[in-house]
């Protein structure tokens, strides 16, 4: 079992890797590689695809690295790969982003990326820190996670989802923020997994264990 952490040049990935590499240890789930090579992304069991920053300059370089680009779809939409996104990783997964232009995503998950806007002027955006989950659709990535467990997030912008069956899980920072989307073999997750504590390693251990 091999699992690949696309690297397109958008964030640091040192701690993603690492947390990743010691769930597949701990849970026996194979081999976990941090890459930008072409071959070893068509040919992974799993893919991952973080993302920092804002989201047209994701976008553009994900893009921009075709091979890898072109693999990841042909993984994901014709052989059914499960998928991770994380943080703009996930929110590549919408129809558009709106963060400085409009820019089309994947399109894989109906929807926008829009800016955080609280009901209270108090809360600062971006949305920075811990925050309790409410899950709102079972999902094998919830195994051993609860309503009130919390993640770490760092974002300004938000997946509001089309389809709320595709909103799995979210959070409340004076309003609803998405904060897990998913369907067939996607799942996304606006906050770190790997910065996560105990919540995001029992996450990242579901997903490399995930068999839809």
């Given at each position: 079992?091999?699992?690949?952490?696309?690297?397109?040049?958008?964030?640091?990935?040192?701690?993603?890797?690492?947390?990743?590499?010691?769930?597949?240890?701990?849970?026996?789930?194979?081999?976990?590689?941090?890459?930008?090579?072409?071959?070893?992304?068509?040919?992974?069991?799993?893919?991952?695809?973080?993302?920092?920053?804002?989201?047209?300059?994701?976008?553009?370089?994900?893009?921009?690295?075709?091979g890898i680009y072109d693999a990841m779809v042909e993984a994901v939409e014709v052989k059914g790969r499960p998928f991770l996104g994380i943080c703009v990783g996930m929110q590549l997964m919408a129809t558009k982003g709106?963060?400085?232009?409009?820019?089309?995503?994947?399109?894989?998950?109906?929807?926008?990326?829009?800016?955080?806007?609280?009901?209270?002027?108090?809360?600062?955006?971006?949305?920075?820190?811990?925050?309790?989950?409410?899950?709102?659709?079972?999902?094998?990535?919830?195994?051993?996670?609860?309503?009130?467990?919390?993640?770490?997030?760092?974002?300004?912008?938000?997946?509001?989802?089309?389809?709320?069956?595709?909103?799995?899980?979210?959070?409340?920072?004076?309003?609803?923020?998405?904060?897990?989307?998913?369907?067939?073999?996607?799942?996304?997750?606006?906050?770190?997994?790997?910065?996560?504590?105990?919540?995001?390693?029992?996450?990242?251990?579901?997903?490399?264990?995930?068999?839809?």
């Open positions: 079992m091999l699992t690949a952490i696309i690297d397109y040049e958008s964030g640091n990935l040192h701690s993603a890797e690492k947390a990743f590499q010691r769930m597949a240890r701990e849970t026996d789930a194979g081999e976990v590689v941090v890459t930008s090579d072409t071959d070893i992304v068509a040919r992974a069991d799993r893919l991952v695809l973080p993302g920092d920053g804002a989201f047209p300059a994701c976008a553009s370089e994900l893009r921009g690295h075709k709106h963060e400085y232009r409009e820019t089309d995503g994947l399109g894989w998950i109906g929807g926008d990326v829009v800016k955080i806007t609280p009901a209270d002027a108090s809360l600062k955006v971006p949305h920075m820190g811990w925050n309790d989950l409410v899950i709102d659709h079972p999902h094998p990535v919830f195994d051993g996670i609860e309503t009130g467990d919390h993640t770490y997030f760092v974002h300004s912008y938000h997946f509001r989802v089309a389809n709320p069956a595709e909103r799995l899980a979210h959070v409340d920072y004076a309003g609803d923020v998405t904060a897990v989307i998913g369907r067939d073999t996607m799942v996304g997750m606006q906050f770190h997994p790997e910065k996560s504590q105990a919540t995001g390693l029992r996450l990242i251990a579901n997903f490399l264990n995930w068999a839809p």
